[in-house]
């Protein structure tokens, strides 16, 4: 089965920087089965989106609004990244919830915005590390799920991929063992399934994945693929994990 490979670049390159990173990736490319998201800032999300087109690649935002325009000095509306050529949206990261205090009900209201503009939606949960230790985190996740997802309608779980993430382990090298990060993933599987009867989403893991582990976690069964954070600027390491997936 083919994987999703999503990289969020998160507040890096330039717009000339991403033009040149994807002048090296089209390079390097070949017919992926994969498929392939790239999340640049939102400076970059046009011109990443026309030198990529033609390509197989698809290009997503890392956050948006809940409203399509108004007085929202500084925000952007998931009409404005769909017109930019956005076919996806990363929300509910465990940074915009740490940094700016997202719930999980305007992570909702987003998420209702974002699919009604014909976007994809990479819905991102994970537990703390104190909530880890305290194996608390499967309640944390099936709570956070059932609080964002609470007016998403069934039939509109086929636009959204799940993205476990474990906080502890983003940007921190301390990478869940693969047998961990299946555990998890089978269990939001399993809730999806059993509370909203939708038996195909898609679960990705992200938190320090890079080319050293990815083909053990993409063995995993219940692992569809990767959200991929700092390891994703380098293109060169960036094609290891794509590869990973590729020979699986």
Known sequence: MSKIIAANFKMNQTPSETIKYASEFLNK??????????????????????????????????????????????????????????????????????????????????????????????????????????????????????????????NELKNIIIAYEPIWAIGTGKAISPEQAEEMCKMIKDFINKNYNHGQIKVLYGGSVKSGNAKDLFKMPNIDGALVGGASLDVEEFMKIINAAENI
Do not use: W
Not at 44 to 62: H, P, R, V
């Open 29 to 154: 490319k070949q017919n992926f089965k994969s498929k392939v998201i790239f999340c640049p800032p939102f400076t970059s999300i046009y011109c990443m989106a026309e030198k990529l087109k033609g390509s197989t690649a698809k290009i997503g935002g890392q956050n948006c609004h809940f409203k399509n325009s108004g007085a929202f000095t500084g925000e952007i509306s998931p009409k404005m990244l769909k017109n930019s050529g956005a076919d996806y949206v990363i929300l509910g990261h465990s940074e915009r919830k740490t940094y700016f205090d997202e719930s999980n009900e305007l992570i909702g209201e987003k998420i209702k915005a974002a699919l009604a503009n014909n976007l994809h939606i990479i819905f991102c949960v994970g537990e703390n590390e104190n909530e880890r230790m305290q194996n608390i985190q499967n309640s944390v996740i099936i709570n956070q799920i059932k609080n964002t997802l609470k007016n998403i309608e069934k």
